[in-house]
């Protein structure tokens, strides 16, 4: 089995387990849910080795680095950090039915770098700036931050769907209580906080000794800036000024919007050091 096969085989298995979430949420089928998140962990397993495979196939070809340098694999890999954290959350709270908001977000970021030829799925070398150690530490905390503020996003959507009336019947009724959607949305924007400020704490360090300056006012890092702003106002709402509820979840879809955007705007739309190939 090589790369490319364990890959493409996860695709089809996060969809597959959108699938069980979406049937258990739409028939009210709990043993659905539950085979939902089976194969969501299958998938995590392929997607896992797909990764690991590629390092190693990077090394085989004389290239020898993380799989970490290009869009393909940002995306390969910001589905497995959300694939991780999902399957966390669930098995902590529980609530399988965010499953449905979830799973969604997990195939779709790895299906857009199996299915979109502009993506680049060739293992190709590293520029020399990106030959480094830190190439590691920031992707993976930048892209475990991206993860938090991707389930985030998904509670934050979530508290609009969910009724406000208790005997209300619709589907949506099934949904998490609007007190643990709002605290489920908190968490996640605090761990997704922290791991973006040291991802952009390795990257001023990485910038540094590759370019001689710790902070170049590149797109991507002015707009990671931004991102972060955006994520300290919601933290600063939430616990000075005790907001909640609709308030914060717009917050909470604004920042994965300047998350978006950092990670794809800057990308087709600015061209920087930080452009992926």
């Known amino acids: 089995m090589n790369s490319s096969f364990a890959l493409s085989s996860a695709t089809f298995i996060y ?10 949420f739409s028939f009210k089928k ?34 020898g680095h993380a799989p970490f340098a290009n869009m393909y694999e940002s995306l390969v ?19 399988d039915a965010i499953g449905v908001f979830a ?23 590293l520029v020399p ?15 475990l931050g991206y993860a938090g503020f991707a389930l985030a996003f998904g509670f934050a959507i979530m508290y609009f769907f969910k009724p406000e009336d208790p005997n209300s019947t619709s589907i949506f009724t099934r949904l998490p209580s609007l007190d643990l959607i709002d605290e489920l949305t908190y968490q996640m924007v605090v761990f997704g906080f922290l791991f973006l400020t040291i ?13 001689g300056k710790y902070w170049t006012w590149d797109p991507k890092e002015t707009w ?7 994520y300290a106002i919601f933290m600063h709402l939430r616990m000075m000024r005790g907001w909640g509820g609709k308030q914060l979840a717009w917050v909470s879809i604004i920042g994965f919007l300047c998350v978006l955007f950092t990670y794809f705007g800057v990308n087709f739309l600015l061209s920087g050091l930080h452009s992926y190939s």
Not at 118 to 124: A, L, R, V, Y
């Open 77 to 95: 890999f910001f589905s497995w950090t959300v694939a991780l954290l999902y399957i966390f959350v669930e098995l902590k709270y529980k609530k």
């Open 199 to 211: 991802g952009i704490i390795t990257g001023a360090v990485w910038a540094n000794s590759a370019w």
């Open 103 to 125: 799973t969604p977000l997990i195939f779709l970021a790895i299906a857009y770098a199996s299915f979109d030829p502009s993506m680049g799925s060739k293992i190709s070398p």
């Open 224 to 230: 990671s800036l931004v991102t972060w702003f955006v």
């Open 30 to 63: 709990q043993i659905l849910a539950k085979i939902g998140l089976i194969v969501l962990i299958i998938g995590f397993m392929d997607n896992t080795a797909g990764i690991i495979l590629r390092w190693i196939e990077s090394y085989q070809i004389g290239y």
């Open 129 to 143: 700036a990106l030959k480094s150690n830190w190439l590691i530490a920031h992707v993976i905390t930048c892209f």
């Open 15 to 24: 969809a597959l387990a959108s699938v069980f979430y979406i049937g258990s």
